[in-house]
C-alpha cells in the first residue's frame, strides 16, 4: 500500500439545500479556481463531523451517522462518471487505515461532480459533504 | 516496493505517492504555539528560516493521547490540544499568498490515521513556514492550549 504524497489539496463540497430526500442529487460548489477543468485529480477523500467539525464558511458537515446515506460521484472532462456512487464512508481515511483513496489521475470537472442521497437519515437543509481533493494542476 | 501497474509506475514516477513502509525523514523540528484566545481565528505559524530551507516531507500534529504537556515561548509548558477538540482546527500550507495544501488537523495526526503520515515533500523554496497557518473553525473555547506541530524533513 502507498501513502499518497500532497502535490496541492484544497477542501471542497457539496451543499444540500432544500429538504434531503432519497434520490436527491447536490452539485459540487463550484470553487473558480479548480472548476475550470484544470487539476489532475488523483486523491480524494472525505470528511464527516467527527474529522472536521464545521466547514471554513461555518456550516455544518454531514454527521458520520448520517453519511451513511450518501453516495459520491465524479465525472471527468468527458463527462464520464469514472467513480460511480462510491459510499461516502468509504472516502474518511481513518474508515480506511489511515489510506487517502487514490485514483487514476484524471481531469475531472468539479462542478458536474454530484453527491447523492440514498437514504436522508437526519440530514438537514444547509449541510454540507466536505471533502479534501488532491491535485496537480494542469 | 511493489510496483503493480503502469498507473503505479507513474504516481511513483512523478512523486504522488510513497510506500508506507518508507523511512519517513530524517530530522523532525517541532513548533509549538499557544491559543491565544477563544472562539474563531486564524494563528500564524512563526517564521522557521531552517524549515523554509529544509524538504519538509511530512507533517503531524500531536494531541494529549501523546503527550500531555509541551513547552512554550517563556520556557514553561503548557496543556497540548485535547485530542476532542482536534475537529475544530485546520492548517494551511503556504507559500506568500498561494496555499498549497489545507487540511484538517484529523489528517495530520497518525493516532487517528492508523499511524500513517501526511507527507507534502515540499522542496526548499516551494514553502514558507511564516505564510502558514491554523484556522480554528468551530467556536469552542481552547484559548492557552498548545498546538503541537512537529515537521519532518531532510
Redesign the interface.
Known sequence: MNNIIVKQSQTVTATITGTPSANRKYKFDDIPNLSRNNIVLYGIEAFTASQLSKTSDGSDVIAAVDSLGVTVTLKDNQNVEFIYQIPYTDLVRSNNGGFVILLEPKLINLTDCYIQINDALSLADGDKAVFNFYYDLV | ?GIISN??A???A???????TETVANNCETVNIVIPKSG?QKIYLPQNSLLDSKKIRAIEVLTDSQVLRATIPGGTVGDVLESLAI??F?FTFAKDSE??????F??MN?V??????????SEPGDHRIGDSFI?Q??ALDAKNFVIVLRFWYD
Open positions: 516496493m498507473t503505479e507513474y504516481m511513483v512523478t512523486g504522488k505517492v510513497r510506500d508506507y474563531l475537529s475544530a485546520d496555499n498549497i495544501s489545507n487540511t484538517p484529523h489528517c497518525r487517528l490515521n492508523s499511524g500513517k503520515f501526511y507527507f507534502l515533500d484556522n473553525i468551530a
